[in-house]
């Protein structure tokens, strides 16, 4: 299995590159990409045209094959650099830890093609913490040839099983800089 750092979003609302914020002492893309190592035998960061913000760090990029086209283009570049099952984990969930990780991998033995979370109250899949198997790369490019970019749309077409998940509240992500103050807060709050 291979781990993916998904970081290709514009941030736009956030105003400075999500993956560039500090958690723990280094950057999110970091601490993303050391979460999945030990865990996954390869880990890439998965990027947009233009990561200004990983110019400099050294590691595995995989690059999405179209720009601005959202995480499905990044799905599809990741199963077609890799031919893998891949971990994905998003760059503004920080808090996220090997312990969420470990319960989804428990949980992907029970699904089929994908296992990620769905959350009842907002009746959405949560596509960007998951697992993808490989045979899942045919009918994403089905669906990108046939016009479709999203993955909620997709994953619900599809059918994907809506698994629970027991760490609910820390499906959080940060889109703007009051909220990323706010998981920062409550992180800080949790640590005393």
Known sequence: ???????????????????SLLW??????????QLLLGICKDVFLSAGQH???IADSNLPVIYDFAAGEGPMTGLISCFRQTRDAL???PVDMPLLGKEEIKVLLEIHALARGCTAYYNAQASVYEPL???WEPHMLALLEEEYAA?????????????????????????VSANTPSEWQALVAQAHTQAK
């Open 1 to 19: 299995m291979t781990g993916i750092v998904m970081m290709g979003g514009m941030s736009s609302r956030m105003g400075t590159e999500k993956a």
């Open 147 to 171: 016009g479709g970019r999203s993955l909620q749309a997709f994953m619900k077409q599809r059918k994907i099983e809506k698994l629970t998940f027991p760490y609910q509240h820390k499906l």
């Open 24 to 33: 723990q002492g280094q950057p999110m893309y970091r601490h993303c990409y």
């Open 51 to 53: 990561p200004s913000v």
């Open 87 to 89: 971990l994905v984990l």
């Open 129 to 131: 913490f998951s697992i």
